[in-house]
């Protein structure tokens, strides 16, 4: 490692060293720390959908479909503006600081929900919840990219943003309990539910020690010893464990270091220099997040209103579709570092929004039941979680060091805004209306969009599998 010359100029091998290393605990603990915050959205997420028949029926609150959907699209309001101010922050401020201020803001925010009296207050509480998860997911999908090598790169992001139905399999369950009638008072059950967010959020708090700064994004703002000092004791950790390095040199990034991040920077590199790119992100964002969030958020409403199912008992109908969603980046996500990005991001996108159109069809023509509806959505989010968790990781893959964080918000931001906070008060007023034509055609409109981003990807997108984030995007303060 050269030393940082008067200029600024900064000579580095600390991007080739992180890729070259082999898999090992350092490793592990990353995927344990950012996947347990991943569960933990998962969690909120199934809550608020296995929740909403309790919500309907709590002598409090009592929702209708449509504020049910709407209390949700606060939750999705949030994440857009929580992502986009503390993405930013977190390219400026770094990755690890704003884990931890994204994360308190979650605690308070999830606990201070547990105790709403009313509409309006259970929006706003939702609305700031969102904001703390909207943070979490710059900050985390920044950090898997530069702290995980580029040969595994892919799995190990769809494995992690997967964990999300974790946290899924927890909340239904928990829910299935905590709202039996035989347990816990009507008014009670929901609130307890949403008390688990906030203390596990405590515990997330303390494993979020275990991860370092970025050293890339360290060595980007001229501080050079700190991230040489990360990137050895990683190192000595794995030849501790009998590891040898190939001696030979490894390739050197050259850098001017920077402490600042423009506005007019940014949307100069999304929206003109990578427009391409950025146009495929935003496809692949929105389209996802429509199809997801739409039907995610009115499922436990379709089982009550359309198959009868007592609120109490949605849960168990959440279990197999989270069991679904959990399997398909863990089985799929070797194929996205092998077979390669474009083709299976295509590919898992295509067949995602063939099969709901055939499952729109056969809801329409009713010939499913609750049984049937659920292994429908399983085999369908078995492949569509792996294409949901591939957004991610094209917008954190392809855009410059210096701008990663603010480009996943934007987008995520954008993506979100078009396509997820609509969605579910579109969905709940369609469920209102109580016809099976017309919410059908709201799953036609979810598979048309993950059909049109299959073939934006196939043409225009980045084959960036095992290759160093600083190959598959130049940063802007590299030096010739």
């Known amino acids: 490692m050269a030393a940082t010359t008067m200029d600024r100029i900064i000579e580095t091998d600390i991007p080739a060293r992180l890729d070259r290393l082999p898999w090992g605990r350092f490793h592990t603990l990353v995927v344990i720390a950012l996947g347990i915050t991943w569960a933990l959205d998962g969690l909120e997420v199934t809550l608020a959908g296995t929740l909403a028949g309790a919500l309907k029926q709590s002598p409090v609150l009592q929702f209708s479909n449509t504020q049910i959907g ?20 977190t390219d400026i401020l770094g990755r690890r600081k704003l884990f931890f201020i994204t994360l308190a803001l979650y605690i308070a925010a999830t606990g201070a929900t547990a105790f709403s009296w009313d509409f309006w207050s259970f929006v706003f509480f939702r609305f700031l919840t969102g904001a703390g998860i909207g943070g979490e997911y710059t900050a985390i999908n920044s950090t898997i990219q530069e702290l995980i090598p580029a040969r595994v790169r892919g799995r190990t992001d769809l494995a992690i943003n997967g964990c999300f139905w974790l946290g899924a ?3 239904a369950g928990g829910a299935t309990v905590l709202l039996d009638p035989a347990l ?14 906030a203390v596990l959020g405590l515990f997330i708090l303390l494993m979020r020690f275990w991860i370092p700064e970025s050293p890339r994004w360290l060595v980007l703002h001229g501080r050079v010893d700190e991230a040489r000092k990360i990137v050895e004791a990683i190192e000595k950790s794995v030849t501790d464990r009998g590891h040898r390095f190939d001696p030979a040199p490894v390739p050197m990034l050259k850098l001017r270091a920077r402490e600042r991040l423009r506005v007019r920077e940014v949307v100069h590199v999304l929206f003109d220099l990578h427009r391409r790119r950025a146009i495929v992100g935003l496809v692949l964002m929105a389209a996802q997040a429509f199809f997801y ?24 109908y959440i279990v197999p579709f989270a069991l679904g969603n959990l399997l398909g980046p863990l089985i799929l996500g070797p194929l996205f570092d092998s077979v390669g990005r474009r083709i299976m991001i295509a590919l898992t996108y295509a067949v995602s929004g063939a099969l709901l159109a055939v499952t729109g069809w056969l809801f329409w023509a009713g010939y499913l039941d609750a049984t ?4 429908a959505w399983s085999v369908i989010f078995f492949v569509a979680s792996a294409a949901a968790s591939s957004a991610y990781l094209t917008v954190s893959e392809t855009f410059p060091l210096e701008l990663r964080a603010v480009a996943i918000a934007v987008f995520y931001a954008i993506g979100t805004g078009i396509g997820g906070v609509a969605g579910p008060a579109i969905f709940g007023a369609l469920i209102d209306t109580g016809s099976r034509s017309h919410l059908a055609v709201g799953y036609i409109v979810g598979a048309v969009l993950m059909l049109g981003a299959a073939l934006m990807q196939w043409r225009w997108g980045v084959a960036a599998e095992r290759r160093s984030l600083e190959s598959v995007c ?4 590299a030096v010739d």
């Open 70 to 89: 709407l209390a949700s699209s606060a939750y999705l309001a949030g994440a857009v503006l929580g992502g986009l101010g503390f993405g930013w922050l």
């Open 169 to 171: 399999l927890f909340g």
């Open 184 to 197: 816990f008072e009507p008014d009670h059950g929901w609130r307890l539910a949403f008390l688990i967010g």
């Open 293 to 316: 969030n739409a039907i995610f958020f009115t499922y436990a409403l379709v089982l009550t209103d359309f198959y009868g199912v007592p609120s109490g008992n949605v849960g168990q």
């Open 372 to 375: 049937t509806q659920t292994i």
């Open 474 to 477: 130049r940063p802007l303060a």
